[in-house]
Nanobody
Framework: QAQLMESGGGSVQAGGSLKLSCQAS????????MGWFRQSPGKEREGVAG????????SYADFVKGRFTISRDNAKNTLYLQMNSLKPEDTGTYYCAAHEFGDSRLGAPYYNFWGKGTQVTVSS
């Protein structure tokens, strides 16, 4: 059984930082590509960042480039998202996900394993 469990969400003021973690277990391991997505009330889920199985390639949505950094520790089966210079529009539920293609793609339809999400709230 594949499991993804996010942690590290919380409330922070604009300009602050948070680091999200995602612990993978079961079928989800270092052979899979992984990514972070987010969803705000009334909006569709959108891709934030993706990383290949070997960490050699990463992908970022334009709205987080230069502010967020995705990384993974395959020895610990853990995915991370370092979020700096947070803005109120970054508020939402952040989801960890994995796919079997192994690369850093960000399209949600390619992902077949999902966590339950962690809430991030950025106040102005």
């Amino acid at each position: 059984q594949a499991q993804l469990m996010e942690s590290g969400g919380g409330s922070v003021q604009a300009g602050g930082s948070l680091k999200l973690s995602c612990q993978a277990s079961g079928y989800v391991d270092s052979s899979l590509g992984m990514g972070w997505f987010r969803q705000s009330p009334g909006k569709e889920r959108e891709g934030v960042a993706g990383i290949a199985r070997d960490s050699k390639t990463t992908s970022y949505a334009d709205f987080v480039k230069g502010r967020f950094t995705i990384s993974r520790d395959n020895a610990k089966n853990t995915l991370y998202l370092q979020m700096n210079s947070l803005k109120p529009e970054d508020t939402g539920t952040y989801y960890c996900a994995a796919h079997e293609f192994g690369d850093s793609r960000l399209g949600a339809p390619y992902y077949n394993f999902w966590g339950k999400g962690t809430q991030v709230t950025v106040s102005s």
